[in-house]
Each structure stands twice: as C-alpha cells, then as structure tokens.
C-alpha cells in the first residue's frame, strides 16, 4: 500500500500563491495526479504528471496557472499554484494512477489517494 500525505494548503487571497506537496511512502514510479474537490462538487481532474517521462498536463481552468512537478529524490510530487482565484477554493488530492489502464484525467483511473488538503481563496 503506498501512502500519501498532502501539505501545504492554506488561506490566501486572490492573485496569491501556494505550493502543494504530496509526499509517497515509497518511490512514485507512476503517474501521480492532483485532483480537488468543492463542497457538493464532484471531484474533479487538476493535473498530473507521467511516471515515464515526467510529461505534465493540465485542466485548463488552471492551464498556465498551476505548475506540477516531481522530486524522486524526495518521493515528492509538488503543485505550485499562482494567480489564485476563489473559483479554485476546495480540498485538493493527490493520488497515484498504478499500473492499471484508463485516463489519467478520471479519478476512476487513480488507485491510492491522499487525505486532502484544504485551499482557500479569498476575494
């Protein structure tokens, strides 16, 4: 079982910046992607990063925007989030994809998820 724990979530406000880490208790050799989720929202495809490759992509609500990236040195997955708007406020996931098929945009696809962090954007 590979765990994941999300940091770095807080409160800002628009037009301000965070960084979300997602550390794995082993070696991420998968995709790894960042998902979030607003109350009564379903949970919704962010970004994430290929486990060959390191190719990124993106929702293009935040496309230029958020920025992924992978330390394997840390096991760390990082989302470095600019130009905040309130429209990006909810707790945001990340989860590694595994071995099995699908598209890395569907939850569905992700076999272990972390607990959540929580971002918030003030106007």
């Known amino acids: 079982q590979v765990q994941l724990v999300e940091s770095g979530g807080g409160l800002v406000q628009a037009g301000g910046s965070l960084r979300l880490s997602c550390a794995a208790s082993?070696?991420?050799?998968?995709?790894v992607g960042w998902f979030r989720q607003a109350p009564g929202k379903e949970r919704a495809f962010v970004a994430a990063?290929?486990?060959?490759?390191?190719?990124?992509y993106y929702t293009d609500s935040v496309k230029g925007r958020f920025t992924i990236s992978r330390d394997n040195a840390k096991n760390t997955v990082y989302l470095q989030m600019n130009s905040l708007k309130p429209e990006d406020t909810a707790v945001y996931y990340c989860?590694?994809?595994?071995?099995?098929?699908?598209?890395?945009?569907?939850?569905?696809?992700?076999?272990?998820w972390g607990q959540g962090t929580q971002v918030t954007v003030s106007s």
């Open positions: 989860a590694t994809k595994g071995p099995r098929p699908g598209a890395l945009g569907s939850v569905r696809a992700y076999d272990y």
């Open positions: 082993t070696v991420t050799i998968y995709t």
């Open positions: 990063i290929t486990g060959s490759g390191n190719v990124p």
